[in-house]
């Protein structure tokens, strides 16, 4: 088999798991944009190009109690600075693909795909390093991921990366027309929001295993606890802030450490 194939599939299986939360996510979606009024078509039109979640539902949420572009424009920004930080811890593992790849896997940039996707380029990336120490992350090197004889092989990694990504999208608009379809013949005590929360505290459990992302968190917890009185949803918003300034301090502190550590060597 191809070894773009083999890459491919891989990430499809890894991320297949994950699909039992977003399946019910997307189901809540593609009802809620029809109990907002909006006609079908267009909820799953709007399904394939926001292709965001929490977003959606807010957006929905707000055209429901007739909210205006600017506050659903701004509210839909403010969720979507977290794709901004993925795009970032990426950017050294995708910057030497075409743009074409480049605009592609940024369309298919997810909560899901990120987290099963930066573990794959981690793992690899730190492998590499130990074989030749300062090769760039999207490079790979002899006897990281290389032939049976030592010379270096292509980074398909990017392969892995589409095939998370694809795996969700296409759960995704199967269950938001899922929603569409049956939404109006789910029984109402079918509480399938419940999925929300799961589907990100399972990605919350993958991602906490660096010290950065273990201040983010914690910080980011603390902060919607000590801010949760504030009106508008604002609370949440501070959490966020507090929780990349956490994660951008450790990941500061860590260098330095890190920079020290090899200066005394």
């Known amino acids: 088999m191809h070894p773009k194939l083999l890459e491919f599939l891989a990430g499809c299986r890894d991320e297949a798991p994950l699909q039992l939360g977003v399946l019910p996510f997307g189901m809540i979606c593609g009802i809620a944009s029809l109990a907002a009024g909006m006609p079908a078509w ?8 926001v292709f965001s979640g929490a977003a959606q539902l807010v957006i929905v949420q707000m055209l429901a109690v007739g909210s205006g572009a600017a506050p659903i424009g701004l509210t839909a920004g403010l969720l979507g600075v977290r794709h901004v930080l993925y795009s970032v811890s990426l950017a050294d593992y995708v910057r030497h693909l075409p743009r074409r790849w480049r605009l592609l896997l940024a369309y298919l940039l997810t909560d899901e795909a990120y987290a099963i996707a930066i573990l794959r380029y981690q793992a690899q990336t730190a492998a590499v390093h130990q074989s030749v120490p300062g090769t760039p992350p999207g490079n790979t090197a002899p006897g990281a991921t290389g032939d049976a004889e030592g010379s270096p092989v292509r980074d398909l990694r990017h392969w892995y990366f589409f095939g998370c990504g694809l795996t969700l999208w296409f759960t995704w608009q199967v269950s ?10 789910i029984p109402a005590d079918w509480d399938i929001d419940f999925a929300v929360p799961l589907t990100f505290i399972a990605l919350l459990t993958l991602l906490i295993r660096e010290r950065a992302n273990q201040a983010a968190a914690t910080a980011a917890a603390l902060g919607a606890l000590l801010l949760a009185a504030l009106p508008y949803n604002l609370g949440l918003v501070g959490a966020i ?3 990349l300034m956490a994660g951008a301090l450790s990941t500061r502190l ?8 090899e200066a005394s060597q």
């Open 176 to 185: 938001t027309a899922i929603g569409i379809v049956f939404g109006a013949t």
């Open 254 to 261: 860590a260098r330095r450490t890190r920079l020290a550590r």
């Open 241 to 243: 802030i507090l929780g």
């Open 42 to 49: 267009l909820a799953q039109l709007a399904s394939a190009i």
